[in-house]
């Protein structure tokens, strides 16, 4: 039933468990196809800019980030791609996911506190209301 | 420069654009006002300066979808020359400092920034922050609680209106809400209007009314020498900001004269200094800007709204203003850095401590600029100076095999990792994993061996790489050897 799926991560210890489940939904299946998307807002690329200066560098910084999850998708011989994309990141994840034709969306609560939500907002409340397919939030 | 390119960087995205532009012009006023404030200007001096530079950049910037215009790291340079010479002094240190950064981008000096230290950089970010947000403390001296509460208000609206809707930007619901109360409630608070005039007519060209003597040019030289450099370094940083956000690149030479074209503008215009500011143009990629057009749009946008409200804009109490800069330092500030502490070198948060601590013991961003590359550059230096050498016997040959790199600072290191009294036949000085820098270091090498024969020990080199070789041989034959 599920083939492509596109997995929300951000290298967090949350983005880590939603991969094994992502996983989980796809191993062992012919076609089965994870895409990565890393979503990188506006105070993110200021604090890597700040932090890091040339864009080479901030690049490798990025995909070094995710390099625990990729590790783990080939340990389960799962093929997959990486995208990393700019903008806030509701909506750019819903983008992107009705864009393809994916069979699932995989990705992480921050587990935030109710006032943090309130400030911060949830990002998987978001995604979950606009995105066209299912959609599986790992707590 | 094709047409194809240019047509798509002012008209590939009319519409996001034109709206961007519109909330940047709204963010941009109460900053243009306050930063005018910090510089012990008319806020008329803040608000010609951004319509300038916004216009000025749109055409010849670098970085299309970034925003330019008065700053408030460019006013903190001002104040000085202000209280001590007057406005006029002023006109003339920004045409000066247009006319620096223009010549430091024909000379594509842009390429010096990558010797200014990352640490040194987010040290400049905070300092920002940290004097932008000193600056506001002075309007609540002498000012009852409504003062503060108003300032509380403001605040509130700022980081919670977003819940509500993220179409009108929160500081401007902010700043309508605290002065419309302000107004009805008739509340004895300081307004805008206290703080100088505002404009009431399109800036017109004039000649700054100073004497064209030396002495002017000494006084004038050296806050645009600081303004140029502060100037270029924040564009250069809001510049790459933009390029990761847009996942685009830029021409940064090209930026470094559209940014001197737009002061020299401003300054024959009645504006202060500015330059491209990170918060703004966050602010338009985010609000959907991306081209040229946003930078237009931003500037003559905001010109208008002065010119039609400027009597409504005299009413703005300070209260509103100073939250809005609250907001403001808080959002510059890099708490990323806080956080990281832990987990970079200590020399790297050293530096950042220092430049810091310059720049709010001086008020003068250049000159942490200046401590903090000066501080990392001995901490490289102490870095990279350390040698290791390790020896061992294989039959009568001693051979010492030399790790690291040579130069003024290492010598001393490097001969004293020599036994010359010990009973050996032969030396070997293994070189392969060592840089032969200078002729310090040709110098120690040359002492270590002529110390070695002096004891009757034949010495050799082996393993230099080729630039070194070559430089020990030019060397030599300097000297004669």
């Known amino acids: 039933m599920y083939k492509k799926v596109l997995l929300a991560a951000d290298g967090s210890e949350h983005s880590y468990r939603s991969a094994e489940h992502a996983i989980a939904l796809v191993e062992g299946k012919e076609e089965g196809h994870i895409d990565i998307i890393y979503v990188v807002d506006g105070s993110k690329s200021k604090s890597d800019v700040l932090q890091y200066g040339n864009s080479e560098l901030i690049q490798h910084k990025r995909k070094e980030k995710l390099s625990a999850i990729e590790k783990k998708l080939q340990a389960h011989n799962v093929t997959y791609e990486l995208h990393i994309e700019h903008g806030e990141p509701g909506p750019s994840i819903v983008k992107f996911a009705n864009n393809g034709e994916y069979d699932c969306v995989v990705l992480g609560s921050r587990g935030l506190n109710q006032l943090q939500t309130m400030v911060l907002g949830s990002v998987s409340h978001k995604v979950a209301k606009r995105v066209n397919c299912p959609v599986m939030i790992v707590k | ?481």
């Open chain 2, 1 to 481: 420069m094709n047409i194809a390119k240019l047509k798509n960087e002012w008209f590939g995205n009319v519409r996001g654009d034109i709206l961007a532009g519109i909330v940047v012009a709204l963010a941009l006023i109460p900053e243009a006002i306050a930063f005018s404030i910090i510089a012990g200007v008319d806020p008329m001096v803040g608000l010609y300066a951004s319509f300038c530079i916004a216009v000025v950049i749109a055409f010849v910037g670098g970085r299309p979808g970034m925003i330019s215009a008065a700053t408030g790291a460019m006013a903190l340079l001002m104040v000085t020359l202000v209280a001590e010479h007057g406005l006029e002094y002023l006109l003339a240190a920004t045409i000066l400092t247009g006319i620096i950064q223009i010549v430091i981008g024909f000379s594509k000096l842009s390429v010096l920034m990558k010797f200014i230290p990352r640490s040194v950089m987010v040290g400049f970010v905070n300092a920002l922050a940290i004097l932008i947000f000193m600056a506001q403390i002075e309007h609540f001296q002498g000012e009852s609680w409504i003062m503060y509460a108003l300032v509380a208000l403001t605040l509130f609206i700022i980081y919670l209106f977003p819940k509500v809707s993220k179409a009108v930007p929160s500081t401007l619901v902010a700043i309508i809400i605290v002065s419309a109360l302000a107004i009805f409630m008739s509340f004895d608070v300081r307004t805008v209007g206290d703080m100088g005039a505002l404009p009431d007519t399109l800036p017109i060209f004039l000649i700054p009314d100073i004497p064209l003597t030396w002495e002017t040019l000494t006084i004038i030289f050296p806050y645009a020498l600081a303004l140029s450099i502060v100037g270029l370094l924040e564009s250069l940083l809001t510049a790459s900001i933009v390029d990761d956000m847009t996942d685009t690149d830029s021409d940064k030479d090209k930026e470094c004269r559209g940014q001197g074209y737009a002061n020299v503008v401003s300054g024959f215009f009645g504006g202060m200094a500015g330059c491209a500011m990170i918060g703004q143009s966050v602010i338009n990629v985010k609000s959907g800007g991306a081209g040229r057009l946003s930078a237009l749009v931003a500037g003559v946008f905001l010109i208008f709204l002065i010119l039609v409200l400027g009597n409504l804009v005299v009413q703005i109490p300070m209260a509103a203003l100073a939250g809005v800069m609250i907001m403001v330092s808080i959002s510059t500030f890099d708490w990323n850095s806080i956080k990281m502490m832990p987990r970079i070198p200590k020399t790297d948060t050293t530096v950042m401590l220092v430049t810091v601590a310059t720049v709010v013991i001086t008020h003068d961003l250049s000159k942490g600029v200046f401590a903090g590359v000066i501080l990392s550059a001995i901490f490289f230096a102490a870095k990279i100076s350390k040698v290791k050498i390790t020896s061992s016997m294989i039959g009568t040959q001693k051979v010492y095999q030399v790790n690291g790199q040579l130069f003024f600072a290492s010598v001393t290191d490097f001969t004293k990792g020599f036994d010359f009294n010990e009973d050996v036949e032969q030396v070997k000085i293994d070189l392969s994993a060592a840089h032969v820098w200078d002729d310090s270091a040709v110098e120690a090498i040359e002492k270590v061996k002529s110390k070695f024969e002096q004891k009757h020990i034949k010495v050799k080199l082996t393993g230099l790489n080729q630039e070194s070789s070559n430089l020990m041989n030019k060397l030599d034959g300097l000297s004669g050897h």
